[in-house]
């Protein structure tokens, strides 16, 4: 079965603290994945995708496809980096299944 | 990048009734998708909407309930059909725009109905 899977409804970090947001998927293909961001009052847009290995507002996340995991990473949490985030997976077609997203909130 | 809009952005509606979305992406795409948003929840696919062509529906989403047009590469539509109070939702169009490494998706701003 295709799914994503967000174990963390909620993480809460103080500001200058790591954050790592957990996605695991399940995909008999080659994965595809990425992260959208949805900030208070905006839209949801993408953040990042694994196929491009870039580096967001200081977030990162490696396909790891023996633990079957996506895991977004900041070193260093900032206040405005306060939002839901949604873990995706391309099933093909550019369809895109999406976790159920974990609420980041960073406090001061 | 891509704008694509969406009405109503909300609307309350009677048991019983169907309400079209409206969608129009401000350039020719090929894909277009709607999504479910229900309170406290994740996105849900219902549909690929195809232009010229029926739209190919999610398993437990169907044709009757929610009919779904596409006429042309930039605008789509969404009914949500003799609707109850399960049906209270944030409705999303999205637009897949790129290929390869450049690939997203682009979404609206969502329609919140609410079913009383």
């Known amino acids: 079965a295709q799914r994503v899977t967000q174990p963390e409804k909620l993480l809460s970090v103080f500001k200058g603290a790591p954050v790592e947001l957990k996605c695991n998927y399940s995909y008999s293909g080659s994965p595809e994945l990425f992260w959208y961001v949805q900030y208070s009052r905006q839209r949801l847009q993408l953040l990042l995708r694994h196929i491009s290995r870039e580096s967001i507002k200081g977030f990162t996340a490696d396909l790891n496809k023996g633990e079957t995991s996506f895991h977004l990473k900041k070193p260093f949490a900032q206040e405005e980096d306060s939002a839901m985030y949604y873990c995706a997976l391309n099933t093909g077609g550019f369809k895109t299944i999406f976790g159920a997203g974990t609420r980041l909130f960073v406090k001061a | 990048s891509a704008v694509i809009s969406q009405k109503p952005s909300r609307d309350i509606c009677q048991r019983g009734t169907s309400l079209t979305i409206q969608c129009q992406v401000d350039s020719q795409v090929t894909m277009m998708f709607w999504y479910r948003q229900q309170p406290g929840q994740s996105l849900t696919l219902i549909a690929t909407?195809?232009?010229?062509?029926?739209?190919?529906?999610e398993s437990g989403f169907v044709i009757d309930k929610f009919p779904i047009s596409r006429p042309n590469l930039t605008f789509s539509t969404l009914t949500v059909s003799n609707m109850s109070p399960e049906d209270s939702s944030i409705y999303l169009c999205?637009?897949?725009f790129g290929t390869g490494d450049t690939g997203e998706l682009f979404f609206g701003e969502g329609s919140r109905l609410t079913v009383l």
């Open positions: 909407a195809n232009q010229g062509s029926e739209a190919t529906y």
């Open positions: 999205s637009a897949h």
